[in-house]
């Protein structure tokens, strides 16, 4: 199994902040990297595909990069809506599929 | 508008069996590969079990290998998870989603709780 793992596992910003999420491959996946928001007691929403491939509908502040093994989420600049937990995903071994342990994102 | 809405969770008591179902709408559900994950309470996100569009290939987390099993009903275009000698450690909420890469639209989660 391909292991996920992200950093930090919480963070506290204000609104108005850059908030980056890292998250590392245990081998190199090429951009086979998927991200995910999970607000408490909703199902999981995809944010980006492909590691850098914004979702329909989803705003402009949030964006993905990297390649190989290593990873980022970035949010531009924090809104209160954005107070979740992220989630990375490999697909390099589809259809088996690994899920990073997830970041919890709160607003100051 | 593509939907997703599973149902069939509830309490089961050890060694027991449980199915869930996902039915689906809004898109052609034949040509769709389809998922399933799981988040036990507080935890993160597992991937349980995926099937091809046609469902003829299916494929398992080795925690459930050998006990669940996934299909496809194309009629009903409805997806389903057979839970078989269910665990403690099967508690989860279970989530329907579309895809076997990305996942790109999820249903809203049926609880099933493994407990004497």
């Given at each position: 199994?391909?292991?996920?793992?992200?950093?930090?596992?919480?963070?506290?910003?204000?609104?108005?902040?850059?908030?980056?999420?890292?998250?590392?491959?245990?081998?190199?996946?090429?951009?086979?990297?998927n991200?995910y928001?999970?607000?408490?007691?909703?199902a999981p929403r995809l944010?980006?595909y492909?590691?850098?491939?914004?979702q329909s509908?989803?705003?402009?502040?949030?964006?993905?990069?990297?390649?190989?093994?290593?990873?980022?989420?970035?949010?531009?600049?924090?809104?209160?809506?954005?107070?979740?937990?992220?989630?990375?995903q490999?697909s390099?071994?589809m259809p088996?599929l690994?899920?990073?342990?997830?970041?919890?994102?709160?607003?100051? | 508008e593509v939907q997703l809405l599973e149902?069939?969770?509830?309490?089961?008591?050890?060694?027991?069996?449980?199915?869930?179902?996902c039915a689906t709408s809004g898109f052609p559900f034949s040509r769709y590969a389809m998922s399933w994950v799981?988040?036990?309470?507080?935890?993160?996100?597992?991937w349980v079990s995926g099937t091809t569009g046609n469902g003829?290939?299916?494929?398992?987390?080795?925690?459930?290998?050998?006990?669940?099993?996934i299909?496809k009903?194309h009629?009903?275009n409805t997806l389903?998870l057979?839970?078989?000698?269910?665990?403690?450690?099967?508690?989860?909420?279970?989530y329907c989603a579309r895809g076997n890469s990305y996942l790109e639209y999820w249903g809203q989660g049926?609880?099933?709780?493994?407990?004497?």
């Amino acid at each position: 199994d391909i292991q996920m793992t992200q950093s930090p596992s919480s963070l506290s910003a204000s609104e108005g902040d850059r908030v980056t999420i890292t998250c590392r491959a245990g081998q190199s996946i090429s951009n086979y990297l998927n991200w995910y928001q999970q607000i408490p007691g909703k199902a999981p929403r995809l944010l980006i595909y492909g590691a850098s491939t914004l979702q329909s509908g989803v705003p402009s502040r949030f964006s993905g990069s990297g390649s190989g093994t290593d990873f980022t989420l970035t949010i531009s600049s924090l809104e209160p809506e954005d107070s979740a937990i992220y989630y990375c995903q490999q697909s390099y071994s589809m259809p088996l599929l690994t899920f990073g342990g997830g970041t919890k994102v709160e607003i100051k | 508008e593509v939907q997703l809405l599973e149902s069939g969770g509830g309490l089961v008591q050890p060694g027991g069996s449980l199915r869930l179902s996902c039915a689906t709408s809004g898109f052609p559900f034949s040509r769709y590969a389809m998922s399933w994950v799981r988040q036990a309470p507080g935890k993160g996100l597992e991937w349980v079990s995926g099937t091809t569009g046609n469902g003829g290939s299916t494929y398992y987390a080795d925690s459930v290998r050998g006990r669940f099993t996934i299909s496809k009903d194309h009629s009903k275009n409805t997806l389903f998870l057979q839970m078989n000698n269910l665990r403690a450690e099967d508690t989860a909420v279970y989530y329907c989603a579309r895809g076997n890469s990305y996942l790109e639209y999820w249903g809203q989660g049926s609880l099933v709780t493994v407990s004497a």
